[in-house]
């Protein structure tokens, strides 16, 4: 069963806007919840992640917002540029399991 | 040089051969995971290792089997290929004792093509 879910399946915005990726989750022991991008050819790699005792964490250009008692935290790319095309993968561990349990993905495109 | 490798990365392989993907790290982590990554689904967990004698099934081990031979290698088999497993497949390592102890490192992948 799909434990993390992650809308939209594909993206598609202008250079410069704002890139919005959302994911929901069920299982409250989930503790850390990262982010990963992939480029095509590559494996994924450590965007961003966070803990649920902020609500909020900033990279440069990038966001990740977390709503614990919705169960919802989204990745939030500002000033989105063509190399940040790539597909985008939000997780879930639960604490001590050291296992992640990944969203389906977001292939962004940014335009030129 | 690369911190995961993958070998190999591409195959083509025939409906009930078997196949063996490798995976080789020098990041000095006890932790290796396979992945397989398909359209829409993300990835999965296979398998994964958190020392040399200890092996445990993820959420998609049918049709495949693991072996950690030293801290540093970690092998996916596919004891008869099927159609159904076309797909890339990615290995990963976390650290024991990183700062989080949850960060996944990534190998390039092997994409499989089981005809």
């Known amino acids: 069963q799909q434990q993390v879910k992650q809308s939209p399946q594909s993206l598609i915005v202008q250079k410069g806007g704002i890139s919005i990726i959302n994911c929901a989750y069920e299982?409250?022991?989930?503790?850390?919840f990262p982010w990963y991008q992939q480029f095509p050819g590559k494996g994924p790699a450590l965007l961003i992640a966070?803990?649920?005792?902020?609500s909020e964490k900033k990279e440069g250009r990038f966001t990740i917002s977390f709503n614990k008692s919705a169960k919802q935290f989204s990745l939030h790319i500002m000033d989105s540029q063509p190399g940040d095309s790539a597909t985008y993968f939000c997780?879930?561990?639960?604490?001590?399991?050291?296992?992640?349990?990944f969203g389906t993905g977001t292939r962004l495109k940014v335009l030129a | 040089d690369a911190d995961v490798t993958q070998t190999p990365r591409n195959r083509i392989t025939k409906t009930g051969k078997r196949i063996m993907l490798e995976c080789s790290q020098t990041?000095?982590?006890?932790?290796m995971y396979w992945y397989r990554q398909d359209p829409g689904l993300g990835l999965r967990l296979i398998y994964y290792?958190?020392?040399?004698?200890?092996?445990n099934k993820g959420e998609i081990s049918d049709g495949y089997s693991v072996s950690r031979q030293a801290q540093a290698k970690f092998s996916l088999s596919l004891e008869s290929a099927i159609p159904n497993q076309t797909a890339l497949y990615f290995c990963?390592?976390?650290?024991?004792?990183?700062?989080?102890?949850?960060?996944?490192?990534f190998g390039p992948g092997t994409r499989l093509t089981v005809l």
């Open positions: 290792s958190f020392d040399v004698k200890d092996i």
């Open positions: 997780a879930a561990s639960e604490k001590g399991t050291y296992k992640y349990i």
């Open positions: 966070i803990r649920p005792d902020v």
């Open positions: 299982n409250t022991a989930f503790d850390y």
């Open positions: 990041k000095g982590h006890d932790r």
């Open positions: 990963a390592t976390s650290d024991l004792a990183g700062p989080t102890g949850v960060e996944q490192f």
